[in-house]
T-cell receptor, first 113, second 111 residues
Framework: AQSVTQLGSHVSVSEGALVLLRCNYS??????LFWYVQYPNQGLQLLLK??????LVKGINGFEAEFKKSETSFHLTKPSAHMSDAAEYFC???????????FGTGTKLQVIP | ETGVTQSPTHLIKTRGQQVTLRCSSQ?????VSWYQQALGQGPQFIFQ???????GRGNFPPRFSGLQFPNYSSELNVNALELDDSALYLC??????????FGSGTRLTVV
């Protein structure tokens, strides 16, 4: 079985401040982990992915995430928030192959000017 | 051809009716998955097709069915619509360790 838990359904940060969105996973095998972003009335866009290579993964738009096996975490960070980062972010896990991907419940990021 | 295209973008149906949603996947992507995203929720896996065969299904009743065609297009059919079927339906191609390419979704409203 696989699952992800996203802590905090809503996160607010000031423009220019650090963004930290939390994700913890559960998987019976070494997982593949993803972060997706969803803007209003749109589909999901892949931000970054962990596929067992480097534990620190860099994605688009300045985001990065670090895989920590000991903490079963895959938190998403960005050093300096921009107004355009306001969106909903989903953490997701795949336990291998072309199996289904399980998504978290999402975190809405608000960026305050 | 790049990207994933879904049609229609919005749809309103009456309870008890049937609906067909369509998806055109990126060329060369043999796997297509359908997800249901209710308002304020994360996407929930409905089913997955690989080379025109269903090879994975989530916790959805049989009135949710699908088809995949050789030209990388696919359909999601829902019979006997219920109010709780109101959601954004997302089609995603490929997947695996590369991650999905998602379409923009079809917003279905059941009244």
């Amino acid at each position: 079985a696989q699952s992800v838990t996203q802590l905090g359904s809503h996160v607010s940060v000031s423009e220019g401040a650090l963004v930290l969105l939390r994700c913890n996973y559960s998987s019976s095998v070494p997982p593949y982990l993803f972060w997706y972003v969803q803007y209003p009335n749109q589909g999901l866009q892949l931000l970054l992915k962990y596929t067992s290579a480097a534990t620190l993964v860099k994605g688009i738009n300045g985001f990065e995430a670090e895989f920590k096996k000991s903490e079963t975490s895959f938190h998403l960070t960005k050093p300096s928030a921009h107004m355009s980062d306001a969106a909903e972010y989903f953490c997701a896990v795949n336990s291998g192959g072309y199996q289904k991907v399980t998504f978290g419940t999402g975190t809405k990021l608000q960026v305050i000017p | 051809e790049t990207g994933v295209t879904q049609s229609p973008t919005h749809l309103i149906k009456t309870r008890g009716q049937q609906v067909t949603l369509r998806c055109s996947s990126q060329s060369g992507h043999n796997t297509v998955s359908w997800y249901q995203q209710a308002l304020g929720q994360g996407p929930q896996f409905i089913f997955q097709y690989y080379r025109e065969e269903e090879n994975g299904r989530g916790n959805f009743p049989p009135r949710f069915s699908g088809l995949q065609f050789p030209n990388y297009s696919s359909e999601l059919n829902v019979n006997a619509l219920e109010l709780d079927d109101s959601a954004l339906y997302l089609c995603a191609s490929n997947g695996g360790i590369e991650g999905y390419t998602f379409g923009s979704g079809t917003r279905l409203t059941v009244v």
